[in-house]
């Protein structure tokens, strides 16, 4: 990708995709110089906390959901008594049988970046909880640093730029057949020079090539998503060593900063929004968003007055 | 979980103190000040997602922040441990007791709880039957669908990540459902009462005999 402001392709990228190596380097020569400046001396710590994001990257050309091989590949490890690398990241050119949350349909054509990592779960469940919001802020950076300036995060982590859906994320929970280890599989779905939709989401979706105006290198877009995932996953497991120490949180006034990075990105807080489990089908309500809350929570103010945390769900804005 | 109850024995404990008594404790060390006073009314959280808090029951302040701990049941204070209003306390002392008055359904429900196989929230988050399982209760009713360990019976939702949870008791019938859709479950909460099919019998005799007694009392 080309790009007036030292964005620049990785050298040496393979035409495949975005290996280990890759993200390695992109991390050395951009993510590390940029995150010193505002985060200092911890940095280095941050990012050896999250360095399992792409530990082993698997390409395909086509697969029919990432979910499903990822699902297959813990199943074929734990049968030959193999472990599961944490951080395995599978990515595919294009699925065909995608979908989003309550079964929703999730148009993923060649040109996207498609794919599911494998997380592990070794975080207590007060850090597990922002695995959602880690994920998105990670998307929205890298969209930021390609070019779309003004995307920003709506609760819990859909990216939008200039008010269209750019990214989604389902994230969900799986047992090792055999060994029962728990892992959290990260879905993500990333418009990037797909440009054409559905119909029914004409007016709703977007992709960054739309949006900067011209092709993204996927590759080097894949290594600096990656790489924003190594920063933001690495701040849970950060931030839940600095709380079990007793230090508290590192941000301003000692508050979690996944939840301050959050805060900078989403535009969420303040607005009008319609909330509820599945916003298109089930029953909805109307509030304010006042704030979010320490857990993540969205703090909404309803019309009678009373105030509400929203823990799960979804929101559209109204205003 | 028990195999046999003693009716007599049971109901005439509720029958003599139709009360469940909820202890409060602190949440956390700090200071506290209580906010209500012995035999005062307090109300439980209302609304359609239960977002409207209870009564504040007490304040309690650490590292100068402070914090309003609110009822989450309906009764009158019974007792309350003045000594402690205004000190510092450590997290799980008892401060005071709340006695919520019981009704018939309430009382079928705690001994129930005492027969039927409790399947518990893993963690503080929105539960939904799995698919599968919606549509068979749906179809039949819930005391119609029998599980067994290993089903995927549940969904657990927070932050948008949802997970599927399988259950691990024994088999039976989803007896009662202790969670409704959109409302969070404290971690360890029940979610689901499951039956053996050799212990229905019991639970509808304990069922008649509640109503039964019940409905000759008032």
């Avoid at chain 1, 049988?97 to 148009?107: D, E, I, K, M």
């Avoid at chain 2, 459902?177 to 360890?188: A, D, E, K, L, M």
Wanted: net charge negative; with cysteine; charged share 25%.
């Amino acid at each position: 990708m080309q790009s007036s402001n030292g964005r620049g392709p990785l050298s040496g990228m393979k035409a495949t995709g975005a290996a280990t190596e890759d993200v390695r380097q992109y991390i050395l020569d951009h993510e590390i110089p940029l995150r010193r400046r505002t985060d200092g001396d911890r940095t280095p710590t941050i990012l050896q906390y999250g360095a399992f994001v792409g530990s082993v990257i698997e390409h395909h050309a086509a697969l029919v959901r990432a979910m499903d091989r990822a699902r297959a590949h813990i199943t074929a490890m734990e049968e030959g008594n193999r472990s599961v690398a944490s951080g395995t990241v599978i990515i595919a050119d294009s699925l065909s049988g995608s979908r989003g949350r309550f079964a929703r349909s999730w148009f993923a054509p060649a040109g996207g970046l498609w794919g599911c990592l494998i997380h592990a779960n070794t975080l207590l469940p007060e850090s597990r909880r922002f695995l959602s919001l880690a994920t998105g802020v990670a998307c929205c950076e890298a969209i930021r640093q390609a070019g779309a300036d003004d995307a920003r995060l709506r609760w819990v982590n859909d990216v939008l730029i200039g008010g269209k859906k750019a990214a989604g994320f389902l994230i969900q929970g799986f047992s090792g057949p055999r060994h029962l280890d728990a892992y959290d599989l990260i879905g993500f779905g990333i418009n990037i020079n797909n440009r054409s939709f559905p119909d029914e989401l004409q007016n709703s979706a977007t992709s960054l090539a739309e949006e900067v105006g011209h092709p993204v290198d996927l590759h080097y877009f894949t290594a600096v998503f990656l790489a924003k995932l190594t920063w933001n996953l690495g701040l849970l497991y950060f931030e839940e060593a600095n709380d079990l120490r007793g230090d508290g949180f590192s941000g301003r006034n000692g508050e979690h900063l996944l939840l301050e990075g959050w805060k900078e990105l989403s535009d969420t807080i303040g607005r009008r929004v319609v909330f509820g489990q599945n916003v298109f089908e089930d029953q909805t309500a109307e509030a304010t968003v006042t704030g979010l809350d320490d857990d993540g929570g969205l703090r909404l103010r309803l019309d009678d007055g009373s105030s509400l945390a929203l823990q799960s769900g979804e929101i559209r804005y109204r205003d | 979980m028990v195999h046999e109850i003693d009716f007599d024995e049971i109901l005439g404990k509720y029958r003599s103190d139709p009360y469940d008594y909820i202890d409060v404790c602190a949440t956390h060390t700090g200071l506290v000040r209580c906010l209500v006073p012995e035999g005062g009314e307090v109300a439980a959280p209302s609304g359609e997602w239960l977002h409207i808090p209870g009564t504040v029951l007490y304040e309690i302040t650490r590292e100068r922040n402070s914090k309003f701990v609110t009822s989450h049941t309906n009764g009158t204070i019974s007792s309350i441990h003045a000594e402690l209003d205004g000190r510092f306390v450590e997290a799980g002392e008892k401060l005071m007791t709340i006695r919520h008055p019981m009704k018939k359904k309430e009382i079928i429900e705690n001994i129930l709880k005492e027969v039927l196989f409790l399947f518990p929230a893993p963690e503080r988050a929105k539960y939904f039957f799995s698919l599968d399982i919606q549509s068979r209760i749906e179809k039949k009713g819930a005391r119609a669908v029998t599980i067994n360990a290993g089903d995927e019976i549940i969904t657990m939702s927070l932050m948008k990540r949802d997970t599927p949870i399988y259950y691990d008791g024994e088999p039976g019938v989803i007896y009662s459902v202790y969670f409704r859709p959109g409302i969070s479950v404290s971690q360890g909460d029940p979610l689901i009462g499951v039956c053996a099919p050799e212990k229905l019998p019991l639970i509808q005799k304990i069922i008649t005999r509640v109503k039964a007694d019940w409905d000759a009392e008032q």
